[in-house]
Structures are given as C-alpha cells and as structure tokens.
C-alpha cells in the first residue's frame, strides 16, 4: 500500500507560502507606488492657483498604496504566526500559467505589432487554443474586433493606440 501525504496528490503539489506570496506582491506594490509618487512629483504632485496639478491625485493614491502595502508587508514579517499554507497547487497554477504567459506575450507584441495586429493574434490564439472553437468562427471575430475597436477609437474618439507596421503602411 502506497502512502499519500495530504497535498501531494498528482498536481496539488506545494508550491508557494501564502506568507511569501503576500510579501511578495506587497513589495511589488511599494515598488510601484514609489514610482507614481516619484513620477507625480516631476510633473506637480500639489495644489496651484487653479487647481490641482496632473500629478495630484495619482500621487495621493499611490501613497495609499504605499501605506497599505507597507503595512501589508510589516505585517508579514513581524507576525508570530505566519500564514505558511500553500497559496497555489500545481494544477491551479498551471491554468493561470494557461492565461497569464500568452498574455504577457500579446503585451509585449503590442510594443513590436501595435495593438491592432497583436489583438487579432491574440484572440485568435486564445478562441482556437482554449476555447477549442473552429477556424470559421474564430477568423471572422479575431478580425472584427479589432477592426471595430480601431473605428472606435481612432475615427470616433480619435484617441491614438499604439500602431504597428501594418498601420505605418496603410497610413495610419
């Protein structure tokens, strides 16, 4: 007879605190705040004769975070009963692993696409892969999208996105 711990089943392996998770996205947390605050302070992070400067609010809301995340993270180390169980098994990290890399990847491919192309890709990948639809159903949706969301923005709204190649070539 074969014995089993709890959590060692086949993908519910350990794979992270719930403590290092905390400490970790926390950290991440203060990290980022203290840019917005840095950067916020550059352009003007007070109060002038007309109002508030462009960096008023996302100052003060990046020292929330600060603070919160600061307390978060103090917490964490000074606890005499760190929270030590498993934040993740295996097999759900895994599915969220399904997500997250392909995204990562569309975000970086915005930088070298544009967001147009790198959306088709995107959907297109994610409607095939995961959502196992056929190629019938996914061409024209991959397409459409971000056809209507360029008329959208870009004609209606005229807020620019970022282009890519095929824009650059079309005039855009």
């Known amino acids: ?18 403590r290092v998770m905390e400490l970790v996205v926390s950290a991440g947390f203060i990290a980022v705040s203290i840019l917005v605050m840095w950067d916020s ?29 600061a307390v978060t993270f103090v917490s964490n180390i000074v606890t005499r009963a ?30 070298y696409l544009g967001i147009y192309l790198s959306s088709a890709l995107f959907i297109a990948f994610f409607m095939w892969w995961l959502g196992k639809y056929p190629v019938y159903k996914v061409i024209p949706v991959a397409v459409a999208v971000p056809l209507i969301t360029f008329m959208m923005f870009e004609i209606w709204f005229l807020v620019p996105l970022p282009k890519g190649p095929i824009e650059a070539a079309l005039g855009y």
């Open 1 to 18: 007879m074969t014995h089993v711990t709890p959590g060692s089943e086949s993908g519910n392996e350990h794979t992270v605190s719930t």
């Open 41 to 69: 302070r550059r352009i003007g992070a007070s109060w002038a004769s007309d109002g508030p400067e462009a960096g008023y609010f996302p100052f003060y809301i990046a020292l929330i975070m600060f603070l919160s995340s």
């Open 82 to 111: 760190p929270d030590r169980s498993n934040f993740v098994q295996r097999s759900q990290l895994a599915l969220v692993l399904r997500v997250l890399i392909p995204t990562a990847v569309f975000v970086v491919l915005i930088g």
